[in-house]
């Protein structure tokens, strides 16, 4: 699981590095404009940084952080997809485009391996 939940968690900070320079904040009309986008990502990528050293460290609650970001993973995937058939034209680059799309494969890939640990786990509880 450390390997899918370093590469998910890498696209989501790239597209996050991304989404600043698409003014994302206009988008989604963040309160507090720029300043409110950037205490979101304080808080997302703090939260995706703690969960990687829980999954490293193979702590109880590494199985939760890696749903939380998987979650963020697929949900990234989704609300780009929406905003694009709405006509938003905000990343249309081909590597932004690329980056959303390895967001859902590697949250994908994060949610075979969470499902596999998860049996695991309740394989040594029985």
Known sequence: MPRSYFWTMLFLILHQIDAAYCKEWEMFQFPGGVQGFLAFNLAAISLVLVGYRHVLLNTTQ????????????????LIHAGFALAGQEQFHLPLSVAIIALCLACAAWLLR????????????AT
């Open 62 to 77: 590494a199985p939760w952080y890696a749903a939380v970001c998987a979650a963020l993973g697929v949900g990234t995937f």
């Open 113 to 124: 391996d969470l499902r596999r640990v998860r049996g695991q786990l309740a394989r040594q």
